[in-house]
C-alpha cells in the first residue's frame, strides 16, 4: 500500500504533465498500471527549446486517445502574465537568482487544472522529485484552483528508486529508451523561455567551478565579442514592449534578449540557495535574456519611480521572491503584494541603453517623457528655484532633534 | 544677518574638515573673517589617494597655529569599524549603491567632535554643498555625538554664490590657487578607499552616456586582460582577512583588493539615486575592491548562514541602507539592525573562490569548516538518512491547507 | 523681512483654512494687513461639534467677500474615503493611537487647494503651530497637490508669539473676543467625528493623570452603565455598514458608534508618542466609535482572511500608520499600500457581536457567508477529512530539517 | 507497521513530557507497551497551578523507576528566560494574543533534551494531537537542540482514536481513571503562569459567546470591584523589577500580577486564530498578569526608547510574534531579532503607573530618570531653545520635494 494521501481513494482520471521524455514516459505507463486510470497528458511549451510533436507521437503510442492529448505553446501567456509582473518587482531571490524555474510551474499546474476541469478529470500528476521545490510549486497550485483534486507525485511514491529499475520498468513496458538516456544524466536541466538551469551531479561540490559543458543557453564571457553590444529597450508601464525601437510581443521580445545575452555571455550564475523544503543545494542558472531585462527596468524605474515608490518596492521584495520560489504564485498575499507593485508602473514608461560586453550588462543612458529627474519638473515656475539650500537646515535640524535628545541624555549619564 | 542657526551665538572654536583643497581653504579663511574665531583643522587619510602633508602646509600658510593642525591616517579604523560592519549586510543604496560615500562621513564627524570635546571647541564646520546628502551626514553625525554644538555649513550660509566670487574671495585673502582650478570642474569627485564617486556638469544628462575620463580607479572593461584573473578570498566571522592565503589587515586587504579590481575594470556604476534630501542625481560610482568584496559575502554566506538568517537580513537590508545613506549611522536603529545582523555573522567563516573578468565577478567556488552545505551535516547518523521525500507529500498538504480553503470559498461562491 | 519661504513673492489671494474661532480670525486679518491680499476661508464640517454658520457670520465681519466664504459638510467623505481606508488596514500608530487627528488634515488640505484652483489663488494658509505634525500633514498635502503653491504658516513667521501680543493684535483689528479665550486655555483640543484630542499645559507631565475634566467624548469608566450594552455590526468588504442590523451611511454610522462609546466610556488613551518633527509630546486622545469599530474589523477579518493576507497586512501596518501619522497620505507609497490593502478585503463581510463596558470592547461573536472558519469549508467532500494528521510529521520534519543542520554544526563544533 | 517517522528504528529510552494526568500515563503506558522502551517522565511546574507530586505517585505506580522521574520547578526560569525577553517586544499574535501557550513549549523542549543527553535517551515523546501548533513547537525545540533524536507524538500513530478507545486502553493497563475524567470534556485546557487557553467543543462556534465557566483565571469584568486599583510597576531594561515598590524575582512579580489581574478581570480575549498547520481556531485565553505588563511596558517604552528604535521595533514585532507561535524559538533569526530587541532595552527603566478597573488597564502615569520626554533635554543649555520653529519650514520644504515633483509630473500630464 503506497503511503501517499493520493492512494486513498480510486482514481479515475488523470492530468500528467507530460514532457514526452523518457521519466514522464515512465510516469504514465506507472500512473496506468499503478492505478488503472484513465490519463490525459499535458504538453506544454514554455520556451524550453524542444519540439512538441515527438511528445504526441509518444503519448499515442503509449496508448493514450488523441482527444487526451493536450499541447499548447505558451509562450506568450508564459512571459506577459508570469515573467512580466514578476520583472516589475526585480524579484531576486537571495539577492541574486532571477526565479527562472519558480515562475513556470504555476501555469503548467493552472493549465492541468483547467484540462481537469473540462474534461472531468479527479487527479494531477507530475513529474517532480521528492526533494526539490517543483513539487512544492506544482501541487500548492493544483490544491488552490482544485481544493479536491488527488495529486500523484510518483517520485514519491514509486520504488524505481535506482536508474536500473527505472530501466527494468521501461523495458517491460516497451517504453522506447533513447540511447544517450541509458547511462545516467552528469546534471539533471530544467528550462524555458526565461532560463535553463542545471543541478546535481558534477554540480555537486559547491567548491569546483562548473565545468564549461553544463552551460547551454550563453557562450563564454571569455569567447564572447570583443566589442560591446549596445542595444535600447522600450518599456510601457513596467514592461519591456520594444527593442532598438521595434515593437515586439512579450515572448518574441524575451527572445530577442536571449538571443542577445547569449552571444555576450550574460546571465550566468553559480548559486548555493536556500531549498523551501529545508536544506542547501547548488545549482546554476542561466538567465541571459533575464539578467538585461532585470537591469534595464531598473534603469527606466531610476528616472520614473518616486522614492517612496522605489524604497517600499526594494523592501518588499525579498518577501515578493520568497513566495514565488515557495510556490505561492496563487496565494493572497502574492496577489496583494503584486497589486502594490503594479500600482507603482503607471509611468515606468521609457527607453534605456544599455552595454552587453563579455558578460556584463552596463546601463548607460536612461529617457523617458515621465521623468521626474527632469531638470523642467524640478524648477516650479519660471525664474523661482524649487530648492532653496537654507531649507537643508531646519530639514537636518529637526532629523536631527531625537539623536540630540539621545546624545543629551549619553551625557547627562556620562556615557 | 546670516540665516544659519549655527549664527545666533558667537563661535569661539571651530573644527573644520579640512582637505587642504582650494574649497576648505576658501572655508577656513572665511571662518576666520566671518566668525572672527580659531580654526582647528581636521585632515584624515581615508585613501582617498591624497597626500596630507601639504594640508598642514597650507594650513600654517593660512595662519593656523601648529597645535590646531590635526592629521590622522584613518584607513584601518575606517574599513574595520565601517566598510566591513556596512558589508557584513550585504548593504547596496537603490539595489545597485554599496555606499561608499556614505559611509565615510560617519567616520569623519566622530573625528571632528573628539577634537572639539578635546580642545574645547564649540563648532564645527564642513565643506559640503546646500544640494546634496552629506551635508545631512556631517550633521546628524555631530549632532548625536555632541548635541550642544554649533555647526557652520558654509555654502548654505555664504554670498560665494559663483565661480567668480570665490575664485576673488580666494585672491582677495592671498590663498593660493592651483591654475587647474582656476576654471570650473566638469564634474565633482569624492573617494576614499572604499570608492570614488562623480557627478555634475557633464553627467547631468542621465541619457548619455559617463565619458571615459570620468573614472579614475578603474581601467576601462573594454582594456582590461583578455584572461580572467583568479582569487580567493578568506573570511572570519562575517570579515575578509585574506586574500589568496595571505592574512592581510583590513585597509591592506581593501587597496589590494581595489588593485585586482582596478586592474579588471570591476565596480563601475552609472546610477540615478534619490537623495534624502528629495531630488533625484545621477551619479558614476566606482568601487573595485567593494564590488569584489560583496560577491565574496554573498557567496562564503550562501553556505555557513541558514535560509532564516538569510532571509531576515536580505529583507533588512534595504533599511540599514537607507539608514547609512541617510546619514543616521549614529542612530539607535542602525544600532539594533548591527546587532542583528552580526549575530548573524558568527560562523561566516571559509574561503571563496572567485574569478575577475573584463568588469565581472563571477563566484565559482566556496569552501568553508561550518558550511551547511557539508554532506555530513545532511546525514545525521550511520546509515541513516536525514531526509525522507515522504515527508514532503505531509509538508505541501499542511502548506496547501487554507490555500484550499480559500480555493473551497471561490468554488462555493462560483467565482 | 520675513524668513518664511513663502513671503519670497508677492501672494494674491490665499485660501485660509478657517475655524471661526479666535486664532484662525486673528490669522485671517494678519494675512490681510501682512500680505496685503484677498483671503478666501474654508470652513469643513467634518464632525467636530461646533456650528458653521457663526463662521460665516464672523468672515463677513472681518471684511471677507460672501463669494469669497467657503462652508462645506464633508462628515460624509470623510469617513467614506479617509477614515474607512485607513481603518481597513487596523492603523495603529505606535501601537496604540488611532489617529483620529492625523487623517483629517489631508481632506482638509485637498478642499482648500480645489478651492484655489477654481478660484486662482496660488496661496493656501493653516493655523497649526510650528512645533506640531500637523503644519507637516497640511503642507505636505498642499504641495502634493499644488506643487507651485505658497504655503503661509502664521505662526512660524509672525512676532505675536505671546498670548498679550494676540490679544492686543485682536483688539487693534476689532477682532471679537470670547470672554473666555482671554486667558490661556489649559490645554488644545483638535476634534472631528473620528475623535477629540487634547494636549499642552496640563497634560504636560506625563506622571500625572489626565484630569477628567480634559474628556469632552466619553464619560469617565467608572460612571458608565452597569450593564453591558451589546452591538452587533455588519460589515461589507471591509467597511461598516450597519449597527444591529440598521444599514447606515459612514458618517452616520460612526456618529452612532460615537454615542455608543461615549455611553459606556470607550476609547479613552493617554499617550506619550513621537512627533514626526523630532520630540516627544503628550496626548490625550477620545475615539470612542473608531475604538469599538478597530475590534470589530479585527473580529471579521478574523474569520474572513487568510492567514497570508492578515499577517502580510500587520507585518505593513505600522508603516502604513507612520505615512498617515507624518502626513503622508497623499504619496505614492501610501496608495500602493492602499491598493495592498484594500485588495484583501473582498470578503471582509459579515456581522460581529461586541460587548461595551464600562471601558472595554470585548468581542463575542462573529459570522460570514465567506468565513474560513466554516466546518463545510474544511472537508472537502463527502465522508472525507481535508486533514490527515500524518501530514503533520512531514511538515515539521521538513520545517525542522534546517534547524537539525544547524544543530548538527554545533554539536560537532562541541557548542 | 506505523506511519511515524519515528518508528522505523527501534528506540531504548524515551524521555516523556508528563502531567501526570490520564491522556499522558495513558501515553506512558503506550510507550511501554509499543516500544518496549524504557520510559523516562519529565514533569515541569511552570505555574499551570497543579500538584506535581501526585505525578510521581502516578509514574511509580505505572512502574517508572524512582530515578527515572523528574520534576522541576521552572517558574523563575520560564519568566526570566523566555516570558519577559519576549515581552521585551511587546509580541502579539493577530494583534490580540499573548502567546502564552506558544512560550512555555521551547522550554519543556529544552528540559527533555537535556535529560535525554544526561541519561542516554535516543527518544522524547509528547502529548500533543496532531492537529495543532504545539506538537509543532515541541518538535521543533527536540531537532534544532538534538538533531538525531527520536520523536514520538502518540496522537499521530496509535489507533486509540475515540474516547472509548482511549479508556478502554486505561482500563487494560490499570490506569486509574478519576470520576470526572469519563466524559469527554466539554473543552481542552492549557495552563502556565502566564496564562490559561481553552479549545474546543463549546467553544467550536465562533458565533457564539464564551460560557462563563470556562473562564479560570479571572473574574467576570462585571463582578470586579466598582472601585479602581492603581499599581506601580517598575522596569529595569525593559523587565519589570517591582509592584509598588516591592522588588519582586520575576515569577513572584507575574504571579502578583496574575492575582490583580484576576480580582479586577483583566485579560480576557476571545479570538479565531491561524494556525501555523494550515487552518483557522477559536481559542479563549486568560492572561490576567501578562494584559497589565503589555501596557506598563509599552508606556515605560513611550519615554525611554526613542522614536528610531519604537517604530523598528513594532515594525519587526508582527514577524517575530509569528516566529514564537510557530515554533521557531530555538532559530536564528528568532536569536537575531532578540539581539536587536534587547539592544533597544538599555535604558527602559523607570516606573509605570496603571488603573485596574473591570476588565481594562488604562495607563496614567510614567517616569524615569532616562525619559528622553524630560523637559531639560529639549533644552539644551541655558536659556536657549533646542527647536526653532522655523526648521520646520525647512523640514517641511525637502520633504515635499519629492511630491511637489510628482505632482508637477501629473500636471505636466494634464491628470
Same mark, same amino acid.
Given at each position: 500500500m503506497s503511503l501517499s494521501p493520493s492512494s486513498e481513494k480510486p482514481v479515475k482520471k488523470v492530468v500528467l504533465a507530460y514532457s514526452g521524455g523518457l521519466d514522464t514516459s515512465i510516469i504514465l505507463k506507472w500512473l496506468q498500471t499503478t492505478y488503472g486510470c484513465e490519463v490525459i497528458t499535458f504538453t506544454a511549451d514554455l520556451g524550453q527549446g524542444e519540439e512538441l510533436e515527438p511528445a504526441r507521437q509518444k503519448a499515442l503510442l503509449l496508448g493514450i486517445k488523441p482527444e487526451n492529448i493536450f499541447i499548447e505553446d505558451l509562450r506568450e501567456e508564459f512571459v506577459r502574465d508570469y515573467v512580466f509582473p514578476m520583472f516589475r518587482a526585480n524579484a531576486q531571490y537571495e539577492g541574486l537568482y532571477l526565479l527562472g524555474t519558480s515562475i513556470a510551474r504555476p501555469l503548467i499546474a493552472k493549465k492541468q487544472i483547467e484540462i481537469a476541469e473540462k474534461l472531468g478529470a479527479d487527479a494531477v500528476a507530475h513529474g517532480a522529485t521528492g526533494k526539490g521545490n517543483d513539487q512544492v510549486r506544482f501541487e500548492l497550485g493544483y490544491y488552490a484552483l482544485k481544493p479536491d483534486v488527488t495529486v500523484i507525485a510518483p517520485w514519491r511514491e514509486w520504488d524505481l528508486t535506482s536508474r536500473t529499475a527505472l530501466l527494468e520498468f521501461a523495458e517491460k513496458h516497451q517504453i522506447p529508451i533513447a540511447k544517450d538516456k541509458r547511462g545516467e544524466a552528469p546534471f539533471s536541466v530544467d528550462a524555458n523561455l526565461l532560463h535553463a538551469s542545471s543541478e546535481g551531479k558534477v554540480l555537486e561540490d559547491p567548491a569546483l567551478e562548473v565545468p564549461d559543458y553544463v552551460y547551454s543557453r550563453t557562450i563564454d564571457p571569455e569567447k564572447a565579442p570583443d566589442t560591446p553590444t549596445i542595444i535600447t529597450i522600450g518599456f510601457e508601464k513596467g514592461d519591456a514592449v520594444s527593442i532598438d525601437g521595434e515593437a515586439l510581443s512579450p515572448a518574441s521580445l524575451l527572445t530577442k534578449l536571449n538571443a542577445l545575452g547569449r552571444a555576450n555571455g550574460i546571465g550566468r550564475l553559480d548559486l548555493v540557495e536556500n531549498r523551501f523544503v529545508g536544506m542547501k543545494s547548488r545549482g546554476m542558472y542561466e538567465t541571459p535574456g533575464g539578467t538585461i531585462l532585470y537591469f534595464g527596468h531598473r534603469a527606466i524605474e531610476s528616472i520614473t519611480l518616486d522614492r517612496g515608490a522605489a524604497h517600499l518596492k526594494d523592501e518588499l521584495m525579498p518577501k515578493y521572491a520568497e513566495l514565488i520560489y515557495n510556490g505561492f504564485w496563487f496565494s493572497p498575499e502574492r496577489e496583494m503584494l503584486q497589486a502594490l507593485i503594479d500600482k507603482s508602473? =503607471?509611468?515606468?514608461t521609457g527607453t534605456v541603453r544599455l552595454k552587453l560586453y563579455k558578460g556584463g550588462v552596463h546601463i548607460i543612458g536612461r529617457e523617458s517623457p515621465y521623468s521626474l529627474y527632469d531638470q523642467d519638473l524640478v524648477?516650479? =515656475? =519660471?525664474?523661482?528655484?524649487?530648492?532653496?539650500?537654507?531649507d537643508a537646515a531646519g530639514f537636518i535640524k529637526l532629523n536631527a532633534l531625537r539623536l540630540r535628545t539621545l546624545g543629551q541624555r549619553k551625557k547627562k549619564l556620562g556615557l
Amino acid at each position: 500500500m503506497s503511503l501517499s494521501p493520493s492512494s486513498e481513494k480510486p482514481v479515475k482520471k488523470v492530468v500528467l504533465a507530460y514532457s514526452g521524455g523518457l521519466d514522464t514516459s515512465i510516469i504514465l505507463k506507472w500512473l496506468q498500471t499503478t492505478y488503472g486510470c484513465e490519463v490525459i497528458t499535458f504538453t506544454a511549451d514554455l520556451g524550453q527549446g524542444e519540439e512538441l510533436e515527438p511528445a504526441r507521437q509518444k503519448a499515442l503510442l503509449l496508448g493514450i486517445k488523441p482527444e487526451n492529448i493536450f499541447i499548447e505553446d505558451l509562450r506568450e501567456e508564459f512571459v506577459r502574465d508570469y515573467v512580466f509582473p514578476m520583472f516589475r518587482a526585480n524579484a531576486q531571490y537571495e539577492g541574486l537568482y532571477l526565479l527562472g524555474t519558480s515562475i513556470a510551474r504555476p501555469l503548467i499546474a493552472k493549465k492541468q487544472i483547467e484540462i481537469a476541469e473540462k474534461l472531468g478529470a479527479d487527479a494531477v500528476a507530475h513529474g517532480a522529485t521528492g526533494k526539490g521545490n517543483d513539487q512544492v510549486r506544482f501541487e500548492l497550485g493544483y490544491y488552490a484552483l482544485k481544493p479536491d483534486v488527488t495529486v500523484i507525485a510518483p517520485w514519491r511514491e514509486w520504488d524505481l528508486t535506482s536508474r536500473t529499475a527505472l530501466l527494468e520498468f521501461a523495458e517491460k513496458h516497451q517504453i522506447p529508451i533513447a540511447k544517450d538516456k541509458r547511462g545516467e544524466a552528469p546534471f539533471s536541466v530544467d528550462a524555458n523561455l526565461l532560463h535553463a538551469s542545471s543541478e546535481g551531479k558534477v554540480l555537486e561540490d559547491p567548491a569546483l567551478e562548473v565545468p564549461d559543458y553544463v552551460y547551454s543557453r550563453t557562450i563564454d564571457p571569455e569567447k564572447a565579442p570583443d566589442t560591446p553590444t549596445i542595444i535600447t529597450i522600450g518599456f510601457e508601464k513596467g514592461d519591456a514592449v520594444s527593442i532598438d525601437g521595434e515593437a515586439l510581443s512579450p515572448a518574441s521580445l524575451l527572445t530577442k534578449l536571449n538571443a542577445l545575452g547569449r552571444a555576450n555571455g550574460i546571465g550566468r550564475l553559480d548559486l548555493v540557495e536556500n531549498r523551501f523544503v529545508g536544506m542547501k543545494s547548488r545549482g546554476m542558472y542561466e538567465t541571459p535574456g533575464g539578467t538585461i531585462l532585470y537591469f534595464g527596468h531598473r534603469a527606466i524605474e531610476s528616472i520614473t519611480l518616486d522614492r517612496g515608490a522605489a524604497h517600499l518596492k526594494d523592501e518588499l521584495m525579498p518577501k515578493y521572491a520568497e513566495l514565488i520560489y515557495n510556490g505561492f504564485w496563487f496565494s493572497p498575499e502574492r496577489e496583494m503584494l503584486q497589486a502594490l507593485i503594479d500600482k507603482s508602473q =503607471e509611468f515606468v514608461t521609457g527607453t534605456v541603453r544599455l552595454k552587453l560586453y563579455k558578460g556584463g550588462v552596463h546601463i548607460i543612458g536612461r529617457e523617458s517623457p515621465y521623468s521626474l529627474y527632469d531638470q523642467d519638473l524640478v524648477t516650479f =515656475e =519660471e525664474g523661482a528655484v524649487a530648492y532653496d539650500h537654507r531649507d537643508a537646515a531646519g530639514f537636518i535640524k529637526l532629523n536631527a532633534l531625537r539623536l540630540r535628545t539621545l546624545g543629551q541624555r549619553k551625557k547627562k549619564l556620562g556615557l
